[in-house]
């Protein structure tokens, strides 16, 4: 099966990967052995066409340090390579993002799927300009009711979007190496956040404000960021201004994986997710299968992991509250042991192998 993902974040990114980046090549780590795989990718400074670990990449857009040019020119790019050479391939995946208009769903000369990651809804206004993101939550609305085929991550999407029933969908959902099941489970004296550096959406400034508060009871304990992404100036301006002894606590790895990310992840005294927006974020899942206790924002997406037992959640937007389930975390070692247990429990069923085949049969049914 020839198959074209228009992936419009890839490895060596300017902006950054995130969780939908690593979701496609952990999928086609596997399924890419069987399948000719073509990623079309968002155009960055550098990005030449041709085969990055055993995928090949085709890059198209304009080259810009403006994130909204970048997207907008990968929108239309995209959608003329499509409709010039879709009829190449037997299906089409369309990563869907409300804010890279690619007008795709009307195209119908091979099966195309779009694979939604989330669902920002009213909080666009909270980010952008009024205009920008009454477009935003517009096409958000309206865009997905129009495909025929589509893969969400989580359940709760779909609830959100209020899809109509002849969709033809499927919930497949993020998963985990499963060497992390299998990693001791050390603890180190420092807290980690894992994933994108993006202030407004992960809310890394509320979670530099909790670290200063636990940093009064606990100075021995350490705050880790690992990631990057286009947000690196603005963190860097926040931890410019904090106490020194704070900021010489705090490091900055940058972007991390395989043997360093399984290392970090192992280690972890807790593990941070402050977001106040996600879908399943890939970071708790290998979290909670690195045996880590994990602390997440009480948004509905993560609700069910809460109410099973395999996180503690704070109240989203609340550092105050974010340093007290870290503090309570730090001080009861029974409860943190406890969570880092039911939650590799529960994650061994969410390996990258066994999802890959869902995402391929699901594929092959098209």
Same mark, same amino acid.
């Given at each position: 099966?020839?198959?074209?993902?228009?992936?419009?974040?890839?490895?060596?990114?300017?902006?950054?990967?995130?969780?939908?980046?690593?979701?496609?090549?952990?999928?086609?780590?596997? &399924?890419?052995?069987?399948? $000719?795989? *073509? %990623? +079309?990718?968002?155009?960055?400074?550098?990005?030449?066409?041709?085969?990055?670990? !055993?995928?090949?990449?085709?890059?198209?857009?304009?080259?810009?340090?403006?994130?909204?040019?970048?997207?907008?020119?990968?929108?239309?790019?995209?959608?003329?390579?499509?409709?010039?050479?879709?009829?190449?391939?037997?299906?089409?995946?369309?990563?869907?993002?409300?804010?890279?208009?690619?007008?795709?769903?009307?195209?119908?000369?091979?099966?195309?799927?779009?694979?939604?990651?989330?669902?920002?809804?009213?909080?666009?206004?909270?980010?952008?300009?009024?205009?920008?993101?009454?477009?935003?939550?517009?096409?958000?609305?309206?865009?997905?009711?129009?495909?025929?085929?589509?893969?969400?991550?989580?359940?709760?999407?779909?609830?959100?979007?209020?899809?109509?029933?002849?969709?033809?969908?499927?919930? &497949?959902?993020?998963?985990? $190496?499963? *060497? %992390? +099941?299998?990693?001791?489970?050390?603890?180190?004296?420092?807290?980690?956040?894992? !994933?994108?550096?993006?202030?407004?959406?992960?809310?890394?400034?509320?979670?530099?404000?909790?670290?200063?508060?636990?940093?009064?009871?606990?100075?021995?304990?350490?705050?880790?960021?690992?990631?990057?992404?286009?947000?690196?100036?603005?963190?860097?301006?926040?931890?410019?201004?904090?106490?020194?002894?704070?900021?010489?606590?705090?490091?900055?790895?940058?972007?991390?994986?395989?043997?360093?990310?399984?290392?970090?992840?192992?280690?972890?005294?807790?593990?941070?997710?402050?977001?106040?927006?996600?879908?399943?974020?890939?970071?708790?899942?290998?979290?909670?299968?690195?045996?880590?206790?994990?602390?997440?924002?009480?948004?509905?997406?993560?609700?069910?992991?809460?109410?099973?037992?395999?996180?503690?959640?704070?109240?989203?937007? $609340?550092?105050?509250? +974010?340093?007290?389930?870290?503090?309570?975390?730090?001080?009861?070692?029974?409860?943190?042991?406890?969570?880092?247990?039911?939650?590799?429990?529960?994650?061994?069923?969410?390996?990258?192998?066994?999802?890959?085949?869902?995402?391929?049969?699901?594929?092959?049914?098209?």
């Amino acid at each position: 099966m020839k198959i074209l993902h228009l992936l419009y974040e890839s490895k060596g990114d300017y902006f950054g990967i995130g969780g939908v980046g690593v979701r496609a090549y952990e999928l086609y780590k596997f &399924i890419g052995k069987r399948h $000719d795989i *073509t %990623l +079309l990718c968002k155009k960055y400074k550098g990005a030449k066409d041709g085969v990055i670990n !055993g995928i090949k990449h085709v890059f198209c857009g304009i080259e810009s340090n403006s994130l909204t040019v970048a997207l907008l020119s990968y929108a239309l790019f995209a959608s003329i390579y499509v409709r010039l050479n879709g009829h190449k391939y037997d299906v089409i995946i369309e990563e869907f993002s409300p804010a890279i208009p690619t007008f795709l769903y009307s195209y119908r000369k091979r099966p195309l799927v779009a694979q939604i990651q989330g669902f920002t809804g009213w909080r666009y206004f909270g980010k952008y300009n009024p205009i920008y993101a009454l477009t935003l939550f517009v096409f958000e609305h309206i865009f997905p009711k129009l495909y025929k085929n589509l893969i969400l991550v989580n359940a709760v999407t779909a609830r959100r979007l209020n899809l109509p029933k002849d969709i033809n969908m499927a919930v &497949i959902p993020n998963g985990i $190496d499963e *060497t %992390l +099941l299998k990693a001791p489970m050390g603890e180190d004296s420092y807290i980690l956040y894992l !994933g994108r550096i993006d202030i407004h959406t992960k809310r890394l400034d509320l979670l530099i404000k909790a670290y200063e508060d636990v940093y009064k009871s606990y100075p021995e304990i350490k705050l880790v960021i690992a990631g990057d992404g286009r947000d690196m100036e603005k963190l860097n301006t926040i931890l410019s201004g904090l106490d020194e002894k704070i900021r010489k606590n705090i490091s900055l790895p940058g972007w991390v994986e395989k043997e360093q990310k399984l290392e970090y992840l192992s280690n972890a005294f807790i593990v941070v997710l402050p977001s106040q927006y996600e879908v399943q974020p890939i970071t708790v899942t290998e979290a909670l299968a690195a045996g880590r206790a994990v602390v997440v924002s009480d948004i509905e997406e993560l609700e069910a992991a809460v109410k099973a037992g395999l996180c503690v959640s704070f109240k989203s937007g $609340d550092y105050k509250s +974010l340093a007290a389930q870290i503090i309570n975390l730090i001080k009861d070692t029974e409860l943190r042991h406890t969570l880092g247990r039911t939650g590799r429990q529960w994650a061994c069923d969410y390996h990258w192998e066994k999802l890959s085949a869902d995402f391929e049969n699901f594929l092959l049914t098209l």
